[in-house]
């Protein structure tokens, strides 16, 4: 018995082809079949009468025009057959287009479902830990605050704040400053970015009021910020040495930004040196004064955390009350936080109503180094009656380096105006000096130690005074 599984049916349809064309019987020759299988190939035309004894299910799954059951579709049969199929497989096993295509599309539908359900959990799971991570590092690098920029723009953009920051600063309405200030007639003091108004509030003491000079419409965000973050910073002061603030005023008709501080009645530092009332300033006047301002300085840098410097150290910003003791007043930190806001717009981002900040805008400015050299050039102003800088002496710094180490002229930086001093004092001041104004800031002192060498060295108290000079008991009269 021959048996016969035919697989390859593009060898089997060109002999089917090619027997009828030639009248040639092909497979008729071998008499010797008894059983052939040609099922599920894609014969096409009829069957071989030479073959008609074998069963009508050997020709099934073709494309013949003929009785057998179970023929292929029209749509089937258009398809070209498969160009190979694996060696070693009966025609039963082979799977047919149709099996093809029902395994596509019957999967279940409890497993889509199950498939639906666990993509939409894990897409779920990776955006809440993706929005959970956003939202981590927004609030590292960027702090936003409730402000309206113009209530006469379209847009507003809204930034938002902590109520909490200012909520134990006092807050004063434009009208009660108005009125303490005299119709804001009493200017004191100027700068391009604010104006300083002297006032006395009914039945409270005298006040400073710091005006910030800048129109609504150049009022960003960012600027809110960081005035909210100054009134912030400086309530946290509490020294002998340093200026007190009273409160703030924030309003927005007309669009104020104050500051309200504790007026010194004697003036500025400044003002006594060199507006012709040096004569006030006896030697041991000048070294209470270097003591408190280092003092005070020594508080600002060790004594609060985060530290405090102060933006422009010099003899403007050291006011001088009634017994002629120091108070540091940062009047100048405007100028710092206008020129950081124009030098980094670039990377401040506003989208929508929000403002974004970054950490490097956020807090104040610290040059902890930059205070002790500006102390020392202020050392020498003190001592020297002269200037910082003028044009007809010169930078005061680069005149005094010829003095400050030799013995012998020493005495040459001492304001004329004096009619003594202490030398004793003086080789002190001078040393603390040249430790100050090291072009290293590195190895510049710290205001811990400054004080230390200043406290302990120089003597400030009225015997020691008296024993410098017979003009002492004169000086004595006038500091009394």
Known sequence: ?????????????????????????????????????????????????????????????????????????????????????????????????????????????????????????????????????????????????????????????????????????????RQELEVACEDFSNIIGSSPDSLVYKGTMKGGPEIAVISLCIKEEH???????????????????????????????????????????????????????????????????????????GRGLKYLHTELDPPFTISELNSSAVYITEDFSPKLVDFESWKTILSRSEKNSGSIGSQGAICVLPNSLVGRHLDVQGNVYAFGVLLLEIISGRPPYCKEKGCLVEWARDYLDLPEVMSYVVDPELKHFRYDDLKVICEVVNLCIHPEPTKRPSMQEVCTMLETKIDTSISSELKASSLAWAELALSS
């Open 219 to 293: 009022w960003m965000g960012f600027l809110e910020l960081y005035f909210q973050k100054e009134v912030a910073d400086l309530a946290r002061l509490n020294h002998e040495n340093t200026g007190k603030l009273l409160g703030y005023c924030q309003e927005s008709s007309p669009f104020t930004r104050m500051l309200v501080f504790e007026y010194a009645s004697n003036g500025t530092l400044y003002e006594h040196l060199h507006y012709g009332e040096g004569c006030q300033l006896s030697w041991t006047r000048r070294m209470k004064i270097i003591i408190g301002i």
């Open 1 to 173: 018995m021959v048996l016969v599984y035919l697989k390859y049916s593009l060898v089997i349809y060109f002999c089917f082809r090619y027997a009828s064309s030639r009248n040639v019987t092909g497979l008729c020759r071998s008499s010797q079949f008894k059983v052939a299988d040609f099922s599920y190939n894609f014969f096409v035309g009829s069957i071989p009468k030479c073959l008609a004894y074998l069963p009508r299910t050997s020709f099934q799954g073709n494309c013949l025009q003929d009785t057998a059951p179970r023929q292929r579709s029209t749509a089937q049969c258009a398809v070209p057959p498969p160009a190979k199929s694996h060696p070693g497989v009966g025609p039963k096993h082979q799977p047919t287009l149709d099996g093809l295509k029902h395994q596509d599309t019957s999967k279940p539908a409890w497993l889509l479902a199950l498939e639906i359900v666990t993509g939409t959990m894990v897409g779920s799971l990776c955006i809440i830990a993706l929005l959970t991570a956003l939202q981590r590092c927004k609030s590292k690098s960027s702090i936003i605050i409730p402000w309206k920029k113009s209530a006469s723009e379209k847009e507003h953009m809204q930034v938002y704040i902590d109520s909490e920051m200012l909520k134990d600063v006092f807050r004063f309405s």
